[in-house]
């Protein structure tokens, strides 16, 4: 099959080719040519308003719902799901239904039949079935392919569980990923604790809920110069600590939802429970704390957090939905779309496609010649709003249902 992309800007810091405007001709799964005005009989044309190109997408922390949950997502929609939004990599959390922690459900993941070219890497779990209060088996999964270690969204609040955990992970050269989030702080709370909180009249999350465990997590990997990724970050507060840690020289890396970089508690005034999500929204002063952190380069990754969840889980009044909404199909329009005037488009696909694989010491693609194809084309001046009737997701808990970010994902090719 050979495929022709016309009149396309690719967007990667590592090609010779970066911000250059040109055709790319595909051929048998590899790039063959990058120049202007390539011609190609038979090739299969893509075209666009304002294409451009990089690497595929890769996130971290995606939740897969099979096995356990296939009512909301299987391994095939999840796939599908992330190839309409651009991602060829998905390093997906253990919180299945069984806990994704034995040699066998990590082959289960990592080589199902189902993935739809998608690469799959799995997270084994910190903790024994996520119950923060074992070790699990962190060689036996490492040796089938686990690519890190979480309890996913499930905060360790066991200060010695998680001290191990760097321990035994550094035996096996393998990574920490770790939501912060202090229950006994945050426990009851519907989203940030601030002056809507107050009006709306719900219980807050306050920021030193997530400030606590953030300084712990620096203290415990600086005592035992482990790895650690702080996952899903959301303050102003932690933003500054992480900064000052990295600093000192701490092997610590950061993430943060999109979502929390396009919205603020404000947003939830008309209680759309698409929006209550985990982290929780924040004020204005973290969103915009966070946008800076992605420039300093404090914050290394931004993810989709996608969580997919049935219609019982969230069409419910706001105080009994679940948290959680999902990201893969809508992260790169909305976060390019909301943010450009903000974040460059290069720094912004930066942390989407080579910042994740570097935190999970994963090779990078190439955009050259001879190199197999593994792209995510998309058209920045797009007309057509985000449909549901297009999502490949089996949920569809997500708040960009019928907005438009003029930008759109044409096409995720692998090999």
Known sequence: MTVLIKNVTIVHEGSKHHLQKTDIFINNGKI???????????????????????????????HSGEPGYEHRETIDSLTKAALAGGYTTLAVFPNNKPVTQSKADIKYLKDHPDRNGVEILPIGALSKDLKGVDIAEYMDMMSAGAIAFSDGMKSVQDTGLISRALQYANQVDGIIIHHPDDHYLSQGGEMHEGDMSTSLGMKGVPVIAELNLV???????????????????????????????????????????????????????????????????????????????????????????????????KNLEFTYATPGATGLETC????????????????????????????????????????????????????????????????????YIGKDFGVKVVATMIG
């Open 332 to 399: 790169l329009a909305a976060t390019i779309g909301s943010l450009q005037k903000v974040i460059t488009i290069p720094q912004l696909i930066h942390k989407l496609t080579v910042t994740p694989r570097q935190v999970l010491k994963l090779p990078i693609p190439d955009i050259e010649v001879g190199a197999k194809a593994n792209l995510c084309i998309f058209d920045m001046a797009s007309s057509e709003g985000i449909i549901k009737s297009n999502f490949q997701s089996k949920s569809n808990n997500n708040p």
């Open 32 to 62: 063959e040519k990058i120049g202007k005005n390539i011609k190609a009989a038979d090739a299969e044309v893509i075209k666009g308003n304002d294409l451009y190109c990089c690497i595929g997408l890769c996130d971290i922390g995606t």
């Open 215 to 313: 300084q712990r997590d620096i203290l415990i990997n600086d005592y035992n110069k482990g790895t650690i990724v702080e996952h899903c970050i959301s303050s102003e507060r932690s933003v500054k600590a992480i900064k000052a840690a990295k600093k000192d020289g701490n092997r610590i890396t950061a993430t943060v939802s999109y979502q929390n970089l396009l919205h603020t508690d404000e947003d939830l005034n008309d209680f759309d429970t698409n929006l209550k999500v985990s982290p929780v929204l924040r004020a204005k002063s973290d969103k915009k704390a966070l946008i800076q952190g992605l420039n300093d380069n404090t914050i290394d990754v931004i993810v989709s957090n996608h969580t997919p969840l049935d219609e019982e889980a």
